[in-house]
């Protein structure tokens, strides 16, 4: 393992209190009794998960090229930028109770909610070059007055929307392995923001999320690439450098936010993809090279010891760098359907992005 050029720092931006959220227990997400079970499974977005990539980072070979920096809580004024009062409101619950099947809130969300957000400003405000803000819940799926998929306030695009008002340009690229529907349809009218999601074919699945997550839905500033299941390394990399990095290029952006999830992992039980921990490396590189300023956020990833390799590698990327080995990466790379998949955007988005084609 011979360390590459390094790129010089990452600040991560962390919050104690984004631990206090918690999801209950029940069949995988659906919350409930299931009196056929003898030990229930606690809900994949659980604090777990956050406090393994913590210790990844902070013990990691990767370690020494951190700053650890403190976040805060953000104000409702701040949130009130990207959401609705009254969906504000109804966040705060005396009681565990399920705002769409699988997201559910309890009396500690709210609490959590304002320090994931709040620590996605404060990784904003800092001006550091990559910004890592470390948080959960999750927040790429929730729209202005909708909870969808674990997602509860849109971190990314609270950071995105506050760039805007601060009259910067700004794109958003998420490679959770669900579609950001959430960002998709905040910004999904506004041309100072562009909106990129590469993500798995899954469609809609509910009353919570509408959108299909399909290449057609181009909005103004808006790409969706849909790779089939089984996507791996190769197909996430061909569509950064052939539809994703040639629109953000053309768009040009003053800053870029990251919706960062590792859910698209080969061993994640919550994705069907298999990227492997070298597959994150490279998107790191990727978005560091990129040149512009990166504010990232934490989204999915749920074989939090795999998630957290998948972390440490990204990281190791974005600073340049090649430190750990992969002791699991043993899937294939079935990269078959890539061109048909790749094709399929590029017939959808051209007209609007010449680059592409």
């Not at 399920?98 to 709040?118: C, D, H, M, R």
């Not at 998709?184 to 899954?202: G, K, Y």
Request: net charge negative; charged share 15%; with cysteine.
């Amino acid at each position: 393992m011979i360390p590459l050029r390094c790129n010089g720092n990452v600040e991560i931006f962390w919050h104690d209190d984004c631990l206090e959220h918690d999801a209950g227990e029940g069949l995988w997400e659906l919350p409930g009794a299931w009196p056929w079970l003898d030990v229930l499974e606690p809900h994949p977005e659980n604090a777990a998960r956050l406090r393994t990539f913590r210790h990844a980072l902070s013990h990691g070979p990767v370690a020494p090229h951190l700053t650890w920096r403190s976040g805060r809580h953000a104000a409702v004024d701040e949130l009130l930028r990207v959401h609705s009062a009254a969906y504000l409101e109804s966040l705060q619950v005396s009681s565990r109770v399920a705002l769409e099947v699988n997201t559910v809130a309890g009396p500690s969300t709210w609490k959590s909610v304002l320090a994931a957000a709040g620590t996605a400003l404060a990784a904003y405000e800092s001006s550091a070059p990559l910004a890592y803000a470390l948080v959960r819940p999750p927040g790429h799926h929730a729209q202005p007055d909708m909870a969808d998929g674990y997602c509860f306030v849109n971190n990314a695009a609270l950071v995105a929307e506050t760039a805007r008002l601060a009259g910067l340009r700004v794109a958003v690229l998420d490679w959770d392995v669900h579609h950001g529907n959430g960002t998709q349809e905040i910004f999904f009218a506004q041309p100072d923001v562009l909106t990129v999601s590469v993500h798995m074919r899954h469609g809609p699945w509910g009353p919570n999320h509408p959108q299909t997550g399909s290449p057609s839905e181009v909005g103004v500033s808006n790409v969706n690439i849909e790779l089939s299941l089984g996507a791996g390394d190769t197909a996430y990399l061909r569509a950064l450098d052939e539809i994703a990095l040639p629109v953000l290029c053309s768009f040009a952006p003053d800053l870029l936010v990251c919706a960062s999830g590792f859910d698209g992992s080969a061993f994640d039980p919550n994705g069907r993809h298999n990227l492997t921990a070298a597959g994150y490396r490279e998107i790191g590189r990727r978005v560091a090279a990129f040149g512009t300023r990166v504010v990232l956020t934490q989204e999915g990833g749920y074989l939090r010891g795999y998630s957290a390799l998948c972390l440490h590698a990204l990281v190791e990327g974005l600073l340049g760098l090649s430190l750990l080995d992969d002791p699991l990466a043993y899937v294939p790379d079935d990269s078959q359907l890539v061109d048909r998949d790749l094709g399929l955007v590029r017939a959808a988005v051209g007209p609007h992005w010449p680059g592409v084609l």
